[in-house]
């Protein structure tokens, strides 16, 4: 794996594709490898021209006469690139999970599920594979689907050579250092230290005509933080609440306003922007509702001249031609149309699929000036403007209101900007309410990108067809995902270290057990397993709320950490950071020890004996005692003594900072310091074995079994360490040493072995538990060979262990197609909802019967050990469709469905195409089990949802 930066060093043809600009350093850079046929990892910021590298590939190979795979982690942006790479190179197709044009394409563009799908199955396209793209692979980073980049990766060929395309992150080398390991290749690094069109980063605090030039620069192009500009912010905002409160009283105004205020915020941005020739603009709104109340509030702006309204009316009215009439009429398509004449867009998962192509065509035409969009909009789509605006800096994320992160920020910023239009993009933050910390606007404008991070996990499916094929154990997925990387990319020195050790441990001179020596073997076990049983005792007590509470100021307490080898300290001080308690002790030492720690090694005894074992054998300084404050965390802290000093804690602290000043560093400590000292040498002298210790079930309540037990166990260890022969040989010392240095090399190999070993595998515990209850199900059998069951779940894309029960429960077959398409709609919905009470009485009887099986199903997975409970699995289903999909299965026309829920259009589409897909899943399993009628029943129920609007045909195809 290498990185790549450097000024190219010899001409590049680049006749295979013809540009009407120069391009770029790392452009040429990625080429030359391409024709080199290497692996190339570009991280590049938004909007530097990354398609440039994807476009020389397919070149490439169409050239060579192979193929080449694009993948994209979403459907619309496979759409666009389907049409552009189309325009470009002809021979181009296309397959999503509801599309498949020109299958036999020498480049084709897919999402990746489809790919996974290929990989799993061994179809012949692999064979012919030379490239294949990953685009936008900060994709990987997302907690659902991110283990699909992985399986692919893991799975791909080694013939194929690989793109990968991103945002800039700062891992980047690391995850192409994992990708050059999984495929015993380099993979060149090459990204861009720059955008190609610099941003300005602005705070808006206008609300009125008279305030819409309260625009106040806060990061420059240079990358430079304004505070000036941050403070005249302030400052603006201040003088407006004071007359607000002047003039309606004290009370503020809301953070974020309702419509008329935004209509207020806005209405005075967008007259400033157009006064200052920086439309188009895009602005980030993280609500769908939101959205659509913004753009709505706006219908008295009008943006477009006359010949712009006969463009965009021309093109609604090409577009919408292919609705049937009723669809034409939709109040969303009405609206839309209305907002598209007055220059006004809405792009969010909410809006119908054709109207945000329609939108997002427009927009890229200039036509649209002013897009109010979700987060979606930012992911991959090209389409930049020449301002982007955030309505706010805060969202929820799904389960908490949160601040924006660095990597969110970047990405939605990096659409202002156009290449070749634009000097330079602005990005406006409003600031409605109050303007947002100093720290807080820093950290989201400068902060470091979020890492590419593993999101590897095990789903049924996988193992399912893992343990299918010969090619790749489940074992061998985990141990290559980026997860495991950390840990694994040092298995070569690992096995080095095994070998070297292997070599010395048969050169050591075997050590003499005969006579008094025969319990030499038992005398070292008893004295490690002693040490485990105490650290073990030790852990808990420090983890229980009684165990914390007794480490107070005053308490006395032994230390043992690298510095101090079970010195007395007494604690001074109790804070906590963010991951545990810190403890500011006070702790006897050595002159010498007080002047350089690193001077003196711990006082370790080289062989122990039994009252070493036993006791603590406290530290006592050889010279002149002196002592060190220290901040210690609770692992330092070996045992709590029932003894508490009277001290002054903060006064010896300051006592202590201030003589490791030099001008005070010959001062005398106070009182304070030396009674203390004092009483810990005192304390030191009369228990050279350590003062009496809080005994964890009597004085600290500790009822834990571990901890009961291990206090007998430790017990019963004292009594035969005292009892060992061995110590009384004369030979003890010579032949302990002998037989210590054997098993600690003994001991380093076994933790080697076990780290280059399928048993340190994080999942592997999750793998055994999931195997099982695939076993209790009927998928395997006991030596893991997959059975018919399980070969019908691997024909599943989702919900697998549900949607095979059911078939095997015989649910679905006495049910009609379209009351099979309603009740499987509760496993593709994303919105939550209830089925309400207007169902008949075969849907409601569906509901349940599904609800039963997957509680089942929940029961199994609990009883082998999965951590997810039986509510949490039956709560993935989501039943509020079952109306809705039950009449559009029935023929009602989409503009009747509006009226069964308040759930957006688009997501009610989303749910249907899904649910298409999942019946196609189903007719396929059918046949498998040679079930002809339920195959029938799901083939008709698929064809009742694809229709009319649901379906339309993506514009990008046509």
Same mark, same amino acid.
């Given at each position: 794996?290498?990185?790549?930066?450097?000024?190219?060093?010899?001409?590049?043809?680049?006749?295979?594709?013809?540009?009407?600009?120069?391009?770029?350093?790392?452009?040429? *850079?990625? +080429?030359?490898?391409?024709?080199?046929?290497?692996?190339?990892?570009?991280?590049?910021?938004?909007?530097?021209?990354?398609?440039?590298?994807?476009?020389?590939? +397919?070149?490439?190979?169409?050239?060579?006469?192979?193929?080449?795979?694009?993948?994209?982690? +979403?459907?619309?942006?496979?759409?666009?690139?389907?049409?552009? #790479?189309?325009?470009?190179?002809?021979?181009?197709?296309?397959?999503?999970?509801?599309?498949?044009?020109?299958?036999?394409?020498?480049?084709?563009?897919?999402?990746?599920?489809?790919?996974?799908?290929?990989?799993?199955?061994?179809?012949?396209?692999?064979?012919?594979?030379?490239?294949?793209?990953?685009?936008?692979?900060?994709?990987?980073?997302?907690?659902?689907?991110?283990?699909?980049?992985?399986?692919?990766? @893991?799975?791909?060929?080694?013939?194929?050579?690989?793109?990968?395309?991103? %945002?800039?992150?700062?891992?980047? $080398?690391?995850?192409?250092?994992?990708?050059?390991?999984?495929?015993?290749?380099?993979?060149?690094?090459?990204?861009?230290?720059?955008?190609?069109?610099? $941003?300005?980063?602005?705070?808006?605090?206008?609300?009125?005509?008279?305030?819409?030039?309260? &625009?106040?620069?806060?990061?420059?192009?240079?990358?430079?933080?304004?505070?000036?500009?941050?403070?005249?912010?302030?400052?603006?905002?201040?003088?407006?609440?004071?007359?607000?409160?002047?003039? #309606?009283?004290?009370?503020?105004?809301?953070?974020?306003?309702?419509?008329?205020?935004?209509?207020?915020?806005?209405?005075?941005?967008?007259?400033?922007?157009?006064?200052?020739?920086?439309?188009?603009?895009?602005?980030?709104?993280?609500?769908?509702?939101?959205?659509?109340?913004?753009?709505?509030?706006?219908?008295?702006?009008?943006?477009?001249?006359?010949?712009?309204?006969?463009?965009?009316?021309?093109?609604?009215?090409?577009? $919408?031609?292919?609705?049937?009439?009723?669809?034409?009429?939709?109040?969303?398509?009405?609206?839309?149309?209305?907002?598209?004449?007055?220059?006004?867009?809405?792009?969010?998962?909410?809006?119908?699929?054709?109207?945000?192509?329609?939108?997002?065509?427009?927009?890229?035409?200039?036509?649209?000036?002013?897009?109010?969009?979700?987060?979606?909009?930012?992911?991959?789509?090209?389409?930049? %403007?020449?301002?982007?605006?955030?309505?706010?800096?805060?969202?929820?994320?799904?389960?908490?209101?949160?601040?924006?992160?660095?990597?969110?920020?970047? *990405?939605?910023?990096?659409?202002?900007?156009?290449?070749?239009?634009?000097?330079?993009?602005?990005?406006? &933050?409003?600031?409605?309410?109050?303007?947002?910390?100093?720290?807080?606007?820093?950290?989201?404008?400068?902060?470091?990108?979020?890492? $590419?991070?593993?999101?590897?996990?095990?789903?049924?499916?996988? +193992?399912?067809?893992?343990?299918?094929?010969?090619?790749?154990?489940?074992?061998?997925?985990?141990?290559?995902?980026?997860?495991?990387?950390?840990?694994?990319?040092?298995?070569?020195?690992?096995?080095? %270290?095994?070998?070297?050790?292997?070599?010395?441990?048969?050169?050591?001179?075997?050590?003499?057990?005969?006579?008094?020596?025969?319990?030499?073997?038992?005398?070292?076990?008893?004295?490690?397993?002693?040490?485990?049983?105490?650290?073990?005792?030790? *852990?808990?007590?420090?983890?229980?709320?009684?165990?914390?509470?007794?480490?107070?100021?005053?308490?006395?307490?032994?230390?043992?950490?690298?510095?101090?080898?079970?010195?007395?300290?007494?604690?001074? *001080?109790?804070?906590?950071?963010?991951?545990?308690?810190?403890?500011?002790?006070?702790?006897?030492?050595?002159?010498?020890?007080?002047?350089?720690?690193?001077?003196?090694?711990?006082?370790?005894?080289?062989?122990?004996?039994?009252?070493?074992?036993?006791?603590?054998?406290?530290?006592?300084?050889?010279?002149?005692?002196?002592?060190?404050?220290?901040?210690?965390?609770?692992?330092?802290?070996?045992?709590?003594?029932?003894?508490?000093?009277?001290?002054?804690?903060?006064?010896?602290?300051?006592?202590?900072?201030?003589?490791?000043?030099?001008?005070?560093?010959?001062?005398?400590?106070?009182?304070?310091?030396?009674?203390?000292?004092?009483?810990?040498?005192?304390?030191?002298?009369?228990?050279?074995?350590?003062?009496?210790?809080?005994?964890?079930?009597?004085?600290?309540?500790?009822?834990?079994?571990?901890?009961?037990?291990?206090?007998?166990?430790?017990?019963?260890?004292?009594?035969? @360490?005292?009892?060992?022969?061995?110590?009384?040989?004369?030979?003890?010392?010579?032949?302990?040493?002998?037989?210590?240095?054997?098993?600690?090399?003994?001991?380093?190999?076994?933790?080697?072995?076990?780290?280059?070993?399928?048993?340190?595998?994080?999942?592997?515990?999750?793998?055994?538990?999931?195997?099982?209850?695939?076993?209790?199900?009927?998928?395997?059998?006991?030596?893991?060979?997959?059975?018919?069951?399980?070969?019908?779940?691997?024909?599943?894309?989702?919900?697998?262990?549900?949607?095979?029960?059911?078939?095997?429960?015989?649910?679905?077959?006495?049910?009609?197609?379209?009351?099979?398409?309603?009740?499987?709609?509760?496993?593709?919905?994303?919105?939550?909802?209830?089925?309400?009470?207007? &169902?008949?009485?075969?849907?409601?009887?569906?509901?349940?019967?599904?609800?039963?099986?997957?509680?089942?199903?929940?029961?199994?997975?609990?009883?082998?050990?999965?951590?997810?409970?039986?509510?949490?699995?039956?709560?993935?289903?989501?039943?509020?469709?079952?109306?809705?999909?039950?009449?559009?299965?029935?023929?009602?026309? #989409?503009?009747?469905?509006?009226?069964?829920?308040?759930?957006?259009?688009?997501?009610?589409?989303?749910?249907?195409?899904?649910?298409?897909?999942?019946?196609?899943?189903?007719?396929?399993?059918?046949?498998?089990?040679?079930?002809?009628?339920?195959?029938?029943?799901?083939?008709?129920?698929?064809?009742?949802?694809?229709?009319?609007?649901?379906?339309?045909?993506?514009?990008?195809?046509?």
């Amino acid at each position: 794996m290498s990185m790549s930066r450097s000024p190219l060093l010899q001409p590049i043809n680049f006749s295979l594709s013809q540009w009407a600009f120069e391009p770029d350093v790392f452009q040429k *850079q990625a +080429i030359l490898h391409l024709e080199q046929h290497d692996s190339v990892f570009v991280a590049a910021h938004t909007s530097a021209g990354k398609t440039v590298v994807a476009e020389y590939a +397919i070149a490439l190979a169409q050239k060579h006469m192979t193929r080449t795979i694009y993948t994209s982690p +979403i459907k619309a942006l496979s759409n666009q690139k389907f049409r552009d #790479f189309r325009n470009t190179f002809g021979d181009v197709g296309l397959l999503t999970g509801d599309v498949q044009l020109h299958p036999e394409a020498s480049c084709l563009i897919m999402t990746t599920e489809i790919l996974r799908s290929m990989l799993y199955s061994g179809s012949d396209v692999i064979r012919d594979l030379e490239w294949v793209i990953f685009d936008e692979v900060h994709y990987i980073n997302d907690a659902e689907r991110g283990v699909v980049w992985e399986e692919v990766l @893991i799975m791909l060929p080694d013939h194929v050579s690989i793109i990968l395309l991103s %945002a800039t992150v700062p891992n980047a $080398l690391e995850f192409a250092d994992w990708i050059g390991r999984l495929k015993r290749r380099q993979i060149y690094v090459i990204s861009t230290v720059s955008r190609p069109v610099p $941003l300005e980063h602005y705070l808006f605090t206008g609300n009125s005509p008279k305030t819409q030039g309260e &625009l106040f620069l806060l990061l420059d192009s240079r990358g430079a933080f304004h505070t000036k500009g941050y403070y005249a912010a302030v400052e603006a905002k201040k003088e407006r609440m004071s007359k607000h409160a002047q003039t #309606f009283g004290a009370k503020q105004p809301t953070h974020q306003g309702g419509p008329a205020q935004d209509r207020g915020v806005y209405l005075s941005l967008l007259a400033s922007l157009r006064a200052r020739a920086q439309l188009p603009v895009v602005v980030f709104t993280f609500s769908r509702g939101r959205c659509d109340e913004q753009a709505s509030g706006l219908t008295s702006l009008d943006l477009t001249t006359s010949s712009e309204k006969s463009e965009i009316h021309l093109f609604l009215q090409r577009c $919408l031609a292919r609705l049937r009439g009723s669809d034409r009429q939709l109040p969303q398509v009405l609206h839309m149309s209305e907002l598209l004449h007055r220059g006004l867009g809405v792009h969010h998962s909410g809006i119908l699929p054709i109207l945000k192509e329609i939108v997002e065509m427009l927009f890229s035409r200039g036509l649209v000036k002013v897009l109010f969009a979700t987060e979606t909009f930012a992911m991959g789509v090209n389409m930049p %403007a020449r301002t982007v605006v955030f309505d706010s800096m805060r969202k929820h994320d799904g389960s908490t209101f949160r601040d924006l992160l660095p990597g969110e920020y970047v *990405q939605m910023a990096g659409r202002a900007g156009r290449r070749g239009l634009d000097p330079t993009g602005t990005v406006i &933050l409003l600031c409605k309410g109050r303007v947002p910390e100093m720290a807080d606007l820093h950290r989201m404008m400068m902060g470091k990108p979020s890492q $590419l991070q593993s999101q590897f996990r095990l789903t049924y499916t996988m +193992i399912l067809n893992l343990l299918r094929v010969d090619a790749l154990r489940v074992e061998d997925m985990m141990k290559r995902s980026f997860s495991e990387f950390p840990s694994r990319k040092d298995s070569k020195a690992h096995e080095q %270290a095994l070998a070297e050790l292997t070599k010395r441990l048969g050169a050591l001179e075997e050590p003499d057990m005969t006579g008094q020596l025969v319990d030499l073997p038992e005398y070292y076990s008893w004295g490690e397993e002693l040490t485990e049983t105490r650290n073990m005792i030790q *852990q808990r007590i420090i983890e229980s709320v009684n165990g914390l509470k007794s480490l107070s100021t005053g308490r006395v307490v032994v230390v043992k950490n690298r510095e101090h080898h079970n010195a007395l300290g007494v604690i001074l *001080q109790v804070s906590s950071n963010s991951t545990s308690r810190i403890f500011t002790i006070l702790v006897l030492c050595d002159k010498l020890v007080s002047e350089d720690p690193q001077d003196k090694d711990p006082d370790t005894p080289d062989v122990p004996h039994p009252d070493d074992l036993v006791g603590f054998k406290l530290f006592l300084p050889e010279g002149p005692c002196d002592h060190t404050v220290a901040k210690l965390q609770p692992g330092d802290v070996a045992a709590i003594t029932t003894k508490v000093l009277r001290v002054n804690g903060e006064k010896i602290l300051e006592d202590f900072s201030k003589r490791q000043q030099p001008k005070f560093r010959k001062d005398p400590p106070l009182a304070a310091v030396t009674t203390a000292v004092q009483e810990l040498l005192r304390l030191a002298q009369a228990y050279p074995a350590g003062p009496p210790t809080l005994d964890p079930v009597n004085d600290l309540q500790l009822k834990d079994v571990s901890v009961v037990e291990g206090g007998l166990r430790a017990r019963k260890l004292e009594e035969l @360490i005292r009892g060992a022969q061995c110590v009384h040989s004369p030979r003890f010392s010579a032949q302990y040493l002998k037989l210590r240095e054997r098993m600690q090399i003994q001991k380093e190999m076994e933790r080697l072995r076990f780290l280059l070993s399928d048993q340190s595998l994080l999942l592997l515990p999750e793998y055994h538990q999931r195997v099982e209850v695939l076993r209790t199900l009927g998928y395997v059998d006991q030596a893991g060979t997959v059975k018919l069951a399980g070969r019908v779940a691997c024909a599943m894309s989702s919900h697998e262990l549900l949607l095979t029960e059911l078939m095997f429960d015989n649910a679905l077959s006495a049910l009609r197609p379209e009351e099979i398409a309603a009740l499987l709609s509760g496993l593709v919905c994303q919105s939550p909802g209830d089925p309400g009470d207007q &169902l008949p009485s075969t849907l409601k009887q569906g509901v349940e019967r599904i609800r039963a099986v997957a509680k089942r199903i929940g029961e199994v997975q609990v009883a082998c050990g999965l951590n997810q409970t039986v509510e949490e699995f039956v709560g993935e289903l989501n039943f509020g469709l079952v109306e809705v999909v039950y009449e559009w299965a029935r023929g009602m026309p #989409f503009s009747e469905l509006a009226g069964l829920s308040g759930t957006p259009e688009g997501l009610v589409v989303r749910c249907i195409q899904r649910l298409a897909e999942m019946c196609r899943s189903l007719r396929g399993a059918a046949r498998l089990v040679g079930e002809p009628v339920l195959g029938a029943k799901m083939e008709t129920a698929a064809t009742l949802l694809r229709r009319d609007i649901v379906f339309a045909a993506s514009l990008y195809t046509q």
